[in-house]
């Protein structure tokens, strides 16, 4: 069966652009039929411009002869015509193999891991291993194989598919299609486990982010070790997404040169993910490395001076990326089997190294940023909804820009105080403690110190300071139905534990009120009282409040006029059934009040969407199908009447 199969211009941009010295996607095959160059084992390639095809296999075993006796060799393309191969060596002394005709000539890529020569093996792929930036367990495994054999063309085949799935590979190949002007999800985001544990780690069985970072971030780091002093930085960087990961990155060994150089293309032009852990990283070692003080200011004031309303903004396209990417891992299942955190820590590690091309380009920022956010909410909705059962702690509405700047400036605030010997008094003391209006200081929020993507499991260090539990007790004792008894319990609740008797005095309130919050003057009011109830609901593990929680839903869903959608009450729903920590208790919740919102009365439209969002999140959780194949039934029907 012929699959795509690579042609002129493609083949000799491959080959002489970023892949050489090693090998072309062309000559290969991709048993995922998932890359961005696909071919089968004898396929034909065009060995230049033009219809000059030859058979994959033809071609290889001419070239294995070549390398074996240095002799010309011929070979006939499809069309019966003849070529000629020929060997010259290239500026490091290395075979260079040209094919040629009575009135054309070009050279084919470094094919050297084929020869019989052990030492030209491993030089052309020290050489490529270099230049590819490639990480150490592929280079140690490959070398180990060089130093035995040559390679088949088939083992040509797993390396190059070894090769795309690196992260300096990826960013080569997202920046051409940035530039071009034609990035698709496909090739923005690689449908390859293998490549996000290169960027992020192999998972390794941890609960935690914090565990996971002692043990295979550290490892990951490790693997970077092979890297010029800049690159290691660079790529290091990229796994910020958590304090606890940004701590295994070291400035131990580098040049003050290298380091300046890094941290002035971030002040610039750099991603703000990497921009938080270059940071920390210099808080943490500005006692060694003074001459970071004045940088880490210009990158603090290109944080806070950031926007996320505004054009332009860094923050909304770093969000945006993260919804498109996360939504995307989600929609093709990768890592479903593995802890939210995981998927999420490698969406926001791949979300930067997009961001890195982006911000280097000519595109169109807000136009790419509305497309990235549109494409795949929907998967990242409903994926992150159905993840609050596994970590309640953190909602996807914490992942809009202006939350994950406040996120971003929390992280550097708390770096600063653990660290707040090593800060001077001057610009970087003022930007941190000043009391000017721009300092963290004056900036600081109780949102900054809501959980980050990675923190969603549900217990929290912190414990509720008892004034502040006063204040929640004294909102909680009032019965006259105003939305703003549970401003302190939503609020305070996303920081803090929960506290049993808060639970109950919140569902003795909302009983108390029948249920109504007289207050609520508009929709977005109403759905963000309601989503923060049901987010103490999950938290707290309290089905109880969950379910005080759905009958207000139910109240307001059947109203003449109702302020939110069946949408909406499916948000609340999915959000409040994270209560149940027991999957088959948390399915059997969730199909039951879908079902329960799909018999209202919907409008057809109404049922549309509210289909495509339960698509998505049986997509997300197939093991749902059973519980919601009612809603299901119930919504297509009402889209035929």
Known sequence: MNRHVIEEPDFIEVALGLVPPLVVSALLEDESRNSMYQTVSDATIDIAKGER???????????QRLLADGLETTLNDTMGRSWR???ESDEDDLPRIVVSSKNMRSALPDLAVMSSDVHVRLRSFERASTRLKLPISLRERWNGILELKSLDGDEVGELFREIQNTP??????????VEAGHGDLQSLVPNSERYFERLVGVYDDSETVIEYASNSGREAVRQLSALNAADRLLFGLLLSSHASLSQELSLAGIEPDAILEVYELLAQSGDVLSQVGAIEIA???LHEHSELEQITVRIIERIVSDEPETQGSRFNLFASLFVMVDGELSRRRLFSERPPFYRRMASLAHAALIQRQIVQSRIDVDQFSSWAFEINHRHFLMQNLADMRLEPRWSPDFALPIQIKEDFLGRVMIAARNHRSHIRQGELHDAIFGEQATSLKKLSNLRQYYAGPLEGVAETPMKLPIELSQIIEEQLDTVDGADSNYTALVHLGAVYQVEPKHVDMTIRSIRLARH?????ATKEHLIAILNGIASVAAVSRSTELAN?????VRRYLHESQPLFTAVDAMRVCIIASAANTDFTSWQN???DWLSEISLGEL????????LSYLDALNHAIPQLWIATAKTDAALKARMLS
């Open 85 to 87: 191969l020929t060997l």
């Open 516 to 520: 109504r919050l007289l207050t609520v």
């Open 168 to 177: 300096f590979y990826v960013s080569e190949r997202i920046r051409e299609v």
């Open 603 to 610: 409008t057809v439209n109404e049922s549309r969407i509210l």
């Open 548 to 552: 005080e929680v759905r009958v207000i």
């Open 283 to 285: 808080l943490r070692e």
């Open 53 to 63: 095809k030859v058979r994959r296999t033809v071609l290889f075993s001419a070239v």
């Open 589 to 591: 919740g969730v199909g």
